[in-house]
Nanobody
Framework: VQLVESGGGLVQPGGSLRLSCATSGIMFSIYAMGWYRQAPGKQRERVAAIASGGSTNYADSVKGRFTISRDNAKNTVYLQMNGLKPEDTAVYYC?????????WGQGTQVTVSS
């Protein structure tokens, strides 16, 4: 199982980024996927999740600004981030659970700064 994130970078406050997480080694369409983030000195937190059927949920801090989606044909999950704030600065990871085991990507850095 491999998860590879991309799309991070430096963006000004109010800007947008779209993160991608490409997966391999799993039957992607049947698994829930999640995006998490970890800021320096803080615990990793869940940002958004999407079930195999497409239902979604979000952390209160990102509701209305972030959108999680999936493309089962591409085995990829996305995180569209709009209205970015400095407090969104973190390393963003995608995760799935297969056979009761957590699988994580390597992370992609998002920095929101003027």
């Amino acid at each position: 199982v491999q998860l590879v994130e991309s799309g991070g970078g430096l963006v000004q406050p109010g800007g947008s980024l779209r993160l991608s997480c490409a997966t391999s080694g799993i039957m992607f369409s049947i698994y829930a996927m999640g995006w998490y983030r970890q800021a320096p000195g803080k615990q990793r937190e869940r940002v958004a999740a999407i079930a195999s059927g497409g239902s979604t949920n979000y952390a209160d801090s990102v509701k209305g600004r972030f959108t999680i989606s999936r493309d089962n044909a591409k085995n990829t999950v996305y995180l569209q981030m709009n209205g970015l704030k400095p407090e969104d600065t973190a390393v963003y990871y995608c995760k799935t659970i297969v056979n009761f085991r957590d699988y994580w990507g390597q992370g992609t850095q998002v920095t929101v700064s003027s």
